[in-house]
């Protein structure tokens, strides 16, 4: 894996994990859907996701560096996701809630296909 | 009743009150300094890039030589063998008397330039270029460079010793310590650290100033961290003096000494009986087999002396460099005399032990030397983020205080305060803007001027003494309108500059895949965008409020001249 390709991977993770994490919060599910408590059992979900996508950071990070750098590069990358989930926050909860997703999906299906793709060889 | 502990006095109050204290005044007297440190080691990242940009004959001259010479050189160049003898004859011929020799044969694939280095009758380092094809000595460029320029190493060296050397070193170094009370206080004080973690609210004074300030402080906690400690950590031996000095004496005679240890363990004494220097080619064989990686440089110490010593380092190829934190290369070392192999270091490893290795790795996390580009642009964004916990902190102690006089200070608490405003302009206006007229001197001092990068840098520090004297003469409103303005007017008409005295342009940059040159561009841009952004919203935000010294009920509207938002960073 080249470092474009683990560099965008880790930032779609960290950033779905960060949105993931954010909405978990009374304080932001409340703008992002209208309602005032979150589901204890939305929450629990979306917490675990949150924190699944942000280990999963360090896949492609040790995948593109190695352990020790990658190690590095996915703590810097926490922040930038975390810096852009609470900037789209404060912008359009319900744009962010959206990019989350779609930036989860991408970054699972972009660390998964490739194995999936290599176990089938 | 609960009875309202004083804002102000470290005894008072509870444990967080007092760490409220202190993240308070050591934040404020430290962030000036600290916002110019941390904007110019923020740009230090791309030092290379500003060179490039700031040298433009040179980046000229390479595209000149690569088209003139293209991809395949006029000749075959010499093989590793005839590049090594090629420089032992002419070291033997030119420099019989060095105490040093220092070949570099070749490039990782044994082609390139073949350039020779010795320690001249002074101790100074001297260089000379041979042709790789004849190997003769190139004529060397007798005149210095035109557009003699500190380059992006202004942005390195101030950021770690102001340009004022060992005395700069230590304000920083102290200001870097007074990071990490800040920090680790603010952390204490913050009491809503994870109910706040994703909160920016914008358009609500202090509030949004408040939210800002602690959302890039929080999100970027662990880099923040990590670079103010590394940064101590790389100064330590300055810093705390007394292990060398208890071991090698006091002083720089104790310093050179530790020096010698550390680097030059085991180096031999001349012996005074004269020896020929071996054929060096199968201690290069031998030494890349041992180390795994092609030769870049063979040292020789004492030439011509039977003590002499030969050490062969290596070239990192990109991926190690990549993915190792240390960024060290491969050596391996062999008596000139006997041929016998007296030290290995493999890539990565460090001589010294675990402590220099700690040193090494902790140098590599603060210079970013790992990762490639990407980290680079990582740190480059956590860098900004901490120059705008700097920002944010700084003006949001002047908001609170615009609504609510709290006076501190007795009787000089409005005239402080008018200070602290100042301070504020200059310090974050003004040296964004002293930045970026760094580059505007690049391209205006007459070419060819004696000490023209001194001159350079004297535009540098003009404009920021410029914008001091500006932001106290000026009301504190007026001074960010016009400090702005002058900022956001220099970032967008800096690539019309350089098209004017270089012909250089973006398109141009980007055709010929000059990506270095197009992003400094393109970055300047952005932050004179983000100034006229910025400078917009102070325009129609309310005037201030006359300050009373009575508590004025919070109402959250926005009482201040302040932009409600981040104020973006400017500067280059």
């Given amino acids: 894996m080249n470092m474009l390709q683990a560099s965008l991977l880790a930032w779609l993770l960290s950033l779905g994990g960060m949105v993931a994490l954010a909405f978990a919060m009374d304080r932001h599910y409340t703008p992002w859907t209208g309602r005032d408590d979150i589901p204890p059992a939305l929450r629990v979900l979306l917490r675990g996701v949150g924190v699944l996508l942000l280990a999963g950071v360090w896949v492609p990070s040790v995948w593109g560096w190695s352990a020790t750098v990658g190690t590095v590069a996915a703590i810097g990358f926490w922040s930038l996701g975390a810096l852009l989930a609470a900037g789209g926050m404060s912008w359009s909860p319900r744009w962010t809630a959206r990019a989350g997703a779609v930036a989860a999906l991408l970054g699972v299906s972009g660390c998964v296909l490739p194995l999936l793709l290599a176990l089938r060889w | ?49 500003i060179t490039h940009w700031m040298t433009p004959e040179h980046h000229a001259e390479e595209v000149a030589a690569a088209r003139a010479v293209g991809p395949a050189p006029s000749g075959p160049t010499g093989s590793m063998h005839q590049r090594l003898a090629w420089g032992l004859a002419y070291m033997q011929q030119q420099h019989p008397g060095a105490s040093m020799w220092e070949l570099w044969p070749a490039d990782a694939q044994g082609a390139g330039e073949l350039r020779v280095y010795w320690l001249d009758a002074q101790g100074e380092y001297a260089e000379a270029q041979l042709d790789p094809r004849t190997g003769e000595a190139l004529p060397q460029a007798s005149h210095p460079p035109l557009r003699q320029t500190l380059g992006g190493h202004h942005f390195v060296n101030f950021h770690y010793e102001l340009h004022a050397g060992q005395i700069g070193l230590w304000i920083v170094g102290i200001a870097a310590l007074a990071m990490l009370v800040a920090l680790v206080s603010g952390v204490i004080t913050h009491r809503r650290i ?65 020096q010698a240890a550390l680097n030059e363990p085991g180096k031999p004494v001349r012996s005074g009986q004269a020896m020929d220097v071996p054929d060096l080619e199968p201690l290069v064989l031998r030494g890349q087999a041992l180390m795994g990686q092609p030769v870049r440089a063979v040292v020789i110490d004492h030439p011509g002396d039977a003590a002499a010593r030969i050490g062969v380092y290596g070239w990192n190829d990109a991926d190690s460099v990549r993915q190792r934190l240390s960024p060290t290369s491969g050596m391996a070392m ?68 615009r609504a609510k ?90 690539p019309l500059l350089n098209f004017q005295t270089t012909g250089g342009h973006l398109p141009a940059y980007i055709l010929e895949g000059d990506w270095e040159s197009a992003a400094v561009e393109l970055f300047v841009l952005a932050a004179g965008i983000a100034a006229v952004c910025v400078w917009f919203r102070l325009r129609r935000a309310p005037q201030p409020k006359p300050r009373r010294t009575a508590t004025v009920p919070d109402d959250g509207a926005s009482s201040n001249a302040m932009p409600s938002r981040v104020r973006p960073e400017g500067g280059a």
């Fill in chain 2, 1 to 49: 009743m609960h009875k309202q502990a004083k804002p102000s006095g470290a005894g008072q109050g509870g444990f967080r009150q007092a760490q409220a204290w202190l993240h308070t005044w050591s934040g404020l007297w430290f962030s000036w300094l600290l916002f110019a440190v941390f904007l110019t080691g923020t740009l230090a990242v791309f030092e290379d890039p």
């Fill in chain 2, 194 to 258: 994870f109910k706040d973690f994703f909160t920016f609210r914008p358009g609500k004074g202090q509030r949004s100033w408040l939210d800002a300030h602690n959302a890039v402080a929080v999100l970027t906690l662990p880099f923040q961290l990590m670079i103010a400690y590394t940064g101590i950590a790389l100064s330590g031996l300055t810093f705390m003096p007394a292990g060398i000095a208890a071991y090698f004496g006091a002083g720089q005679d104790g310093t050179r000494a530790f």
């Fill in chain 2, 334 to 401: 062999f008596s000139a005399a006997t041929g016998s192999l007296q030290q290995v270091r493999l890539p990565g490893a460090v001589d010294g032990g675990t402590p220099s290795l700690v040193q090494s790795v902790l140098g590599g996390l603060h210079m970013v030397t790992f990762g490639g580009l990407a980290l680079k642009w990582v740190y480059f964004v956590c860098g900004l983020a901490g120059s705008a916990m700097m920002a944010t902190g700084a003006i949001l102690f002047v908001v609170k205080r």
């Fill in chain 2, 405 to 494: 006089h709290l006076g501190e200070f007795g009787s000089a608490t409005a005239a402080v305060y008018r200070l602290i405003e100042g301070l504020n302009v200059a310090a974050i206006a003004g040296l964004s803007l002293a930045c970026v007229g760094f580059l505007w001197g690049n391209r205006m001092v007459p070419l060819g001027l004696a000490h023209r990068g001194d001159w350079e840098l004297g535009v540098f520090f003009g404009i920021w003494a410029l914008a001091l004297l500006h932001a106290w003469l000026r009301p504190s409103p007026a001074a960010w309108r016009e400090q702005l303005a002058a900022l956001a007017l220099l970032c967008i008409f800096l």
